[in-house]
């Protein structure tokens, strides 16, 4: 339609003109219909979706072996392995070394328990708590009950406890209740010693999500507006933009406590404890071997992982021509339904049409 047109055979020069407007944005609705450009790109997307599925099927497999061997270790190096095999120790760094290296390069979190010991002539009273029972002591340390203790007179007693705020210490009263004071006095301890723990979760693949992309949501001005990390998993799979794996969800080996960032819950799987590897040689030859099936499978991971991620970057392009084409014709149809609304009001002789 040349700039020079004035005339409209058929029509009024005002409504021609609207007209005009409608048969052209009614081909560029055709242009952009299931067999033209909007269709090849949805087209190309399946195309594309299909090998993600598939990588992403392996991936989840993979991570399925991996977290059930890390349950298996868990449930091996659990807190009725150390009540049967203890083992403490006379530093926070030598506990902490002692469960980073039998666990090795499966813990997301470390924790060192302090071990309060008191000899048999400093036992005066029976005492007994249970797990979460409040502990503090004058030096200005807090914590908890780790496990059931009970004392008798005369005999050495212990209590190992968890959550440790400050440093108990040898020079204070501790007690066994809510805060100083309010709670059964205990003297000073004879010793500290230490139990090393760590805390195992799951390895996770997180994929960059923008569910406004996947299907196209083109109520929102931007499909990049509302970006999640999910987990992969059997609803994700070949969604996404971009998949990383990431060993015990963390954001670095051995980086403890930096986990990934997701949009999902991280499932910890529970806790391991530093224990006797000598009393205990068959515990450990145990968790050697699951170690030996997850460090193998976080190999075999890594390229369907990185693979997924490099097609979903190319089906990532597919979606955004699908979302930005979809878009345009839900305005071009909007468009076209007020040229037509405002074509019946020009065509009117109750308003002085047609004009």
Request: aromatic share 10%; glycine share 10%.
């Amino acid at each position: 339609m040349g700039f020079a047109v004035t005339e409209y055979a058929g029509y009024t020069p005002v409504i021609g003109l609207l007209n005009a407007q409608v048969v052209s944005k009614t081909q560029l609705l055709q242009l952009n219909g299931n067999q033209t450009t909007l269709g090849i790109n949805s087209f190309r997307y399946e195309q594309f979706k299909q090998p993600c599925t598939a990588m992403d099927t392996s991936v989840i497999g993979f991570m399925n072996t991996i977290n059930t061997a890390k349950d298996s270790i868990q449930s091996a190096g659990n807190s009725s392995n150390f009540l049967t095999y203890p083992k403490f120790y006379p530093t926070t760094g030598d506990a902490q070394t002692a469960v980073t290296q039998q666990f090795e390069t499966q813990l997301s979190t470390v924790e060192v328990y302090h071990n309060l010991n008191w000899v048999g002539a400093a036992v005066t009273g029976a005492v007994s708590v249970s797990p979460g029972t409040a502990v503090s002591s004058t030096t200005g340390a807090t914590g908890v009950v780790a496990f059931s203790a009970t004392s008798q007179i005369g005999i050495a007693y212990s209590v190992i406890v968890k959550s440790v705020s400050g440093n108990f210490g040898v020079g204070g009263t501790v007690y066994l209740g809510t805060v100083p004071g309010a709670g059964l006095a205990m003297t000073t301890p004879s010793f500290i010693n230490y139990v090393g723990t760590g805390g195992v979760y799951d390895d996770n693949t997180i994929v960059t999500f923008y569910p406004d992309l996947e299907p196209p949501n083109i109520s929102v001005g931007s499909p990049f507006s509302n970006l999640q990390l999910k987990i992969l998993n059997n609803s994700m799979k070949g969604l996404g933009v971009a998949n990383t794996f990431w060993p015990n969800s963390l954001t670095g080996l051995n980086v403890y406590g930096s986990f990934v960032d997701c949009d999902d819950p991280i499932v910890k799987t529970g806790d391991v404890y530093a224990f006797n590897t000598v009393s205990g040689v068959t515990v450990k030859n145990t968790i050697n071997s699951l170690i030996v099936d997850v460090t193998a499978n976080r190999t075999g991971i890594t390229s369907y992982a990185n693979s997924s991620s490099v097609i979903k970057g190319y089906k990532r392009g597919y979606a955004s021509n699908m979302w930005a084409m979809t878009k345009t014709n839900s305005k071009v149809t909007t468009s076209v339904a007020d040229l037509e609304a405002a074509i019946i009001i020009l065509s009117d002789p109750a308003f002085g049409g047609p004009y």
